[in-house]
């Protein structure tokens, strides 16, 4: 198992990297949303380009190579039935939270924003993918433990 060294957080070393892969990757990106955008209206296709595209991020992320006719790819449209149930679990309660208030709607919206990338990248199902981020860690499951300024323990559902 191999041990990641825990660095500190630099805005400014992240910005610098976030523009560095930006500027070498436009043109590849700005030639996948440009196929995309010509490609929106196909039936079928348009569903595993936009899967592709709100996958590009991860992409980036990981260093590779952005191929733009990559959101072709038959692997995206595989996805489809998961990524419109997906969609619908968290498009249904956003709309309700914003139409009774705005803000549960906000926290909701950015709550759930990682699902896709939980769905596709991760190989979860809709509804764990749903639950990755926002399930509270508990001190039974290990991911937590109490502060030491709390004068009592935290409660067990919480930390």
């Known amino acids: 198992m191999e041990v990641m060294e825990m660095k500190k957080l630099d805005f400014a070393e992240t910005f610098k990297d976030a523009i560095t892969i930006g500027v070498k990757n436009a043109p590849s990106v700005i030639a ?37 006719l990559g959101i072709f790819d038959s692997k995206y449209r595989r996805y489809m039935g ?22 549960p709607g906000i ?6 924003s990682l699902a896709y990338y939980f769905l596709i990248e991760k190989g979860k199902n809709p509804i764990e993918a749903l639950r990755h981020r926002t399930t509270p860690p508990t001190a039974a499951n290990g991911r937590c433990s109490p502060s030491p300024s709390y004068s009592a323990s935290p409660p067990p559902s919480l930390c």
């Open 82 to 103: 998961e990524f419109l149930i997906t969609m619908g679990l968290m498009v249904i309660p956003i709309y309700i939270a914003f139409i009774f208030m705005i803000i």
């Open 32 to 68: 996948a949303v440009a196929l995309f955008l010509v490609t929106i209206w196909i039936p079928y296709i348009n569903i595993g380009t936009f899967i592709a595209i709100t996958l590009l991020p991860t992409q980036l992320a990981k260093g590779e190579v952005i191929n733009p």
């Open 107 to 112: 926290v909701l919206s950015l709550a759930w």
